[in-house]
């Protein structure tokens, strides 16, 4: 007899406490994962949210249980299980997070050896099955084992106090404490090269998330070498109550505390992480939000101007990142939108960099795996040796490809509103790109439309050669046509 799971999605696991995702429920994906994937070694971590940790020792002891030694990293963002799972050589890694979901939810990320990411068709769902098929009560055994008996307690749980027991997990001689920081920040600081900046103030706004604590080292790292940095923080302390609010940039109104602060301080520009800071937003020195879009032309820039190399983007706007990856001497390869997509497309191409409008950056020498961390000292060391600011950087791009940014209709039927559009435009289109959605050229304008797979919504972004006003045209036109119900 089977226990229904329902907290497994497309490429992670995603669920709301208690009734989707439990310790029963984070001990039977540890047990599965260990065993699907004939697991020796996996590396552990979780974000700030109070029920991680109780979470990620109920995953270790599955892991155990599964055949597997257990190394848990403590408070770490998505990205330090990426750089530990391949720095150590593991067979596997997790990560317990919720990244920007709300304050009831937690989830996990998982990858396997060499943090290659694993996908419904590429293990997810042989592990749901596995995890689904364990026998309830040895499951409830095992975790009155390693919890000493403790009756599970739903309010014990969602305040944080987790049921499993370290030491009788430090018993088994299989879990082990590492705290893998300095490892990490050395590397991530080999992106860039230190003798390059000149004095810069920086805000950063952690959300109260994980992005603190990596951030405290790599500050710590930069003064030891007299690197001449100055951080603002807001909201630094890890906080797993969320007293700001959840983190997440990609609202305009979760915005205005990292903007205000960059003005304020009168800094060179600013940085505000989602919680579990696979992802960084940047603004400029005016307080201005930086569309993820530009700053993949950015990155690609940085890459190039070490030597030609292959740079993968998204193709919901492409034609700036396209321009300056050519113009630079670099080999443009457009992928389906998706870490999934582009970690595979970037392995198989051997691309220095990929990066989506979303703000997810991948890099070939970070596993092919999206960082946070990296794309801002990259960032800071353009505008060192350019000595130029952010916004004039970001000004001349915007100028020569403006864009929409993406923007989401929710309909009643998505599938009407996406014939209409191209009942209109398709016969019209000059060139006819289905990568990622549908998308069609114009000449001088062209937009991309994406059907949401979860929800009836629409994803619409335009983009122009130098035409600010002729995006804002077509995108009132097309807007009106999407939601002509």
Not at 309 to 333: C, F, L
Not at 462 to 477: F, H, N, P, R, W
Request: net charge negative.
């Amino acid at each position: 007899m089977t226990t229904p799971i329902t907290c497994f999605k497309a490429y992670d696991i995603r669920g709301e406490l208690n009734s989707q995702l439990n310790e029963e429920v984070a001990y039977r994906i540890g047990y599965a994962f260990a065993e699907e994937l004939s697991a020796k070694s996996v590396v552990v971590g979780g974000d700030v949210r109070l029920t991680s940790t109780p979470l990620k020792l109920a995953l270790s002891a599955g892991l155990i249980d599964g055949g597997a030694d257990v190394t848990d990293i403590g408070m770490a963002g998505t990205e330090e299980i990426y750089f530990a799972t391949k720095h150590l050589g593991v067979d596997g890694g997790i990560e317990v997070t919720a990244s920007h979901n709300p304050i009831n939810y937690n989830g996990m990320k998982l990858v396997k050896a060499g943090s290659v990411p694993i996908s419904g068709d590429t293990g997810l769902n042989a592990i749901k099955d596995r995890a689904e098929a364990l026998d309830s009560g040895y499951v409830t055994e095992r975790i009155d084992f390693y919890a000493k008996g403790a009756k599970i307690d739903a309010d014990a749980f969602f305040n944080g106090k987790a049921h499993i027991a370290t030491d009788i997990l430090a018993e088994s001689g299989k879990y082990h404490r590492h705290l893998n920081m300095d490892a990490y920040v050395s590397h991530i600081l080999s992106y860039v090269d230190i003798n390059n900046f000149t004095p810069l103030k920086i805000v950063t706004n952690a959300g109260n998330g994980a992005a603190g604590l990596a951030l405290d080292a790599i500050e710590k790292k930069l003064h030891d070498k007299d690197v001449p940095i100055e951080f603002v923080k807001v909201h630094h302390n890890a906080d797993g109550t969320f007293p700001n609010g959840i983190p997440n940039p990609l609202l305009p109104e979760n915005r205005a505390d990292t903007a205000n602060a960059v003005i304020e301080s009168g800094a060179d520009f600013g940085i505000a992480w989602d919680g579990d800071f696979d992802r960084c937003f940047l603004f400029d020195a005016d307080g201005n939000f930086i569309e993820g879009y530009y700053i993949v032309g950015l990155l690609a820039q940085a890459f190039l101007n070490k030597g030609p190399s292959k740079i993968i983007y998204d193709p919901r706007v492409y034609w700036n990142s396209e321009d300056i990856i050519k113009s630079s001497g670099g080999t443009p390869i457009k992928c389906k939108t998706g870490h999934a997509f582009i970690k595979e497309r970037m392995r198989l191409e051997d691309a220095v960099y990929g990066g989506e409008m979303s703000a997810h950056h991948y890099f070939r020498d970070f596993a092919y795996c999206d960082s946070g961390m990296i794309p801002w000292l990259l960032v800071a060391e353009l505008i060192c040796t350019r000595q130029q600011s952010l916004a004039s950087m970001v000004k001349e791009r915007i100028e020569a490809f403006p864009s929409s940014g993406e923007i989401n209709s929710k309909l009643k039927d998505a599938d009407a509103a996406l014939a209409r559009v191209l009942d209109k435009y398709q016969p019209l289109a000059e060139v006819i790109d289905e990568t990622d959605g549908i998308g069609l050229e114009f000449g001088t304008w062209r937009f991309n439309l994406r059907k949401s797979n979860t929800e009836p919504v629409i994803r619409l972004n335009v983009e122009s050669k130098g035409d600010i006003a002729l995006v804002e045209e077509k995108t009132k036109e097309l807007l009106d046509l999407i939601r002509a119900e």
